[in-house]
């Protein structure tokens, strides 16, 4: 049973790091007014300072965190990252007045987040070759 849950953490990890990456690489790319932008996000909680700093934080953690979960390398701590930009964003959205079907992918996304950082990323990951990786939160 443990094999079908390692290649199930595989999938899911490769398929969500491959989206994450396309998703990501726009805003990574995308410079200061695309940053400051996106880090405007943090309104919503009521931090105003330094959006570009927030908004390159939010993109490398997409980008940066699809690689990772792509490898299977720093999953816990990219899933850290990814479920709090995950949740920022849907916060954001909410209290701004979308609808659920327009803040529902933000929270899917956070839950899938979390339960990474709560699961380790299966046998099938680099961070589980490498030696210093085998940690248990560096995975």
């Not at 398929?15 to 996106?38: E, V």
Request: glycine share 12%; charged share 10%.
């Amino acid at each position: 049973m443990k094999t079908t849950t390692d290649i199930g953490l595989l999938v899911l990890r490769v398929g969500i790091g491959i989206m994450f990456m396309i998703f990501g690489w726009g805003k990574i790319t995308g410079g200061p007014d695309t940053w400051t932008q996106l880090g405007g996000a943090m309104g919503a909680f009521g931090i105003t300072f330094a959006p570009a700093f927030w908004g390159f934080m939010a993109a490398f953690a997409e980008f940066f965190g699809g690689l990772a979960l792509l490898l299977g390398i720093l999953v816990r701590p990219f899933a850290a990252l990814l479920a709090f930009t995950m949740l920022v964003a849907a916060v954001m959205l909410i209290k701004s007045g979308a609808n659920l079907q327009k803040y529902s992918h933000a929270v899917n996304m956070c839950i899938v987040f979390v339960s990474l950082l709560i699961l380790d990323p299966g046998k099938y990951a680099l961070g589980a070759k490498i030696s210093f990786l085998k940690c248990k939160w560096f995975q």
